[in-house]
């Protein structure tokens, strides 16, 4: 194990994205944790303020990932500095990427439906994260035999291909079936092989003139949402919490 990391991991100078990696999903996952514990009133936390105004921790996270980032950039990819850069900046995107429907909404919506989005980039920002630094890369590798580059060739093919899969099912309106489809392959062949949901780019530019696709995919779409809306919800909710319920207009 300790020659496949320093030969896969350090010695391409990947060592600070696995860093980054890794402090950008604990911190998700301790700040998703913290974030539950103030909402229940449980533990010693509690919000933080300053003069009546609530201080969301994506401003600590934009401070974090801007010195991670600018640190990265100059320290280069191997040495402490590196990765504690990586560290930093993993820990910064963290505590962003977890306010994330905060920034596209411009509002406090974390526990809304609407906060959900951030849980879903997250995942995918860990899926491609981690596709790049599984893909068995030849550049700045040593003494690469001709079968070890070719079997090396081969991985990196396998991840453009599986990556485009990853593209066409997100064309076809399967956000999630997509961000699996980054880590199993055989997931983006089935997305590809069924139909688009509707509303799609690809169900508009490929079931304009065809009625039966048209209706056949809304009706798919509807059983699909009926029967996985109750687990999917219930795996949701224990990632990144139950929503507050609607309250009414006017009330």
Same mark, same amino acid.
């Given at each position: ?29 301790? !700040?998703?944790?913290? !974030? @539950?514990?103030?909402?229940? /009133? ?22 974090? !990932?801007?010195?991670?980032?600018? *640190? ?19 820990? *910064?995107? *963290? ?29 995918? !920002? ?20 001709? /079968? ?71 009706? @798919? ?19 990144? *919490? ?8 006017? @009330?």
């Amino acid at each position: 194990m300790g020659h496949w990391l320093h030969r896969n991991i350090v010695e391409p100078g990947k060592l600070p994205l696995l860093l980054a990696l890794t402090a950008f999903v604990l911190t998700f996952l301790i !700040t998703r944790v913290v !974030t @539950r514990l103030i909402r229940a /009133g449980k533990g010693p936390f509690g919000n933080v303020s300053s003069g009546g105004v609530h201080i969301h921790h994506v401003v600590p996270g934009v401070v974090l !990932t801007v010195i991670g980032g600018f *640190g990265a950039v100059a320290s280069g990819r191997h040495g402490f500095g590196a990765g504690l850069c990586a560290v930093v900046f993993g820990m *910064g995107a *963290g505590l962003v990427l977890d306010e994330f429907a905060l920034i596209l909404h411009l509002d406090d919506v974390y526990w809304s439906e609407e906060g959900r989005k951030s849980v879903e980039v997250v995942v995918l !920002t860990v899926a491609l994260v981690g596709l790049v630094l599984a893909g068995f890369s030849p550049f700045g590798v040593n003494d690469v035999s001709q /079968g070890e580059a070719q079997d090396r060739g081969g991985v990196i093919s396998s991840v453009v291909v599986n990556f485009l899969f990853a593209i066409l099912v997100l064309l076809k309106g399967k956000t999630r079936m997509a961000i699996f489809s980054v880590i199993v392959p055989l997931v983006g062949l089935i997305g590809l092989i069924r139909l688009a949901r509707p509303g799609s780019p690809w169900a508009r530019r490929f079931y304009a003139r065809r009625p039966r696709a048209r209706a056949r995919a809304v009706l @798919r779409a509807y059983r699909r949402d009926k029967r996985w809306s109750g687990p999917r919800r219930r795996f949701q909710d224990l990632i990144g *919490g139950k929503p507050d319920p609607v309250r009414p207009v006017g @009330r």
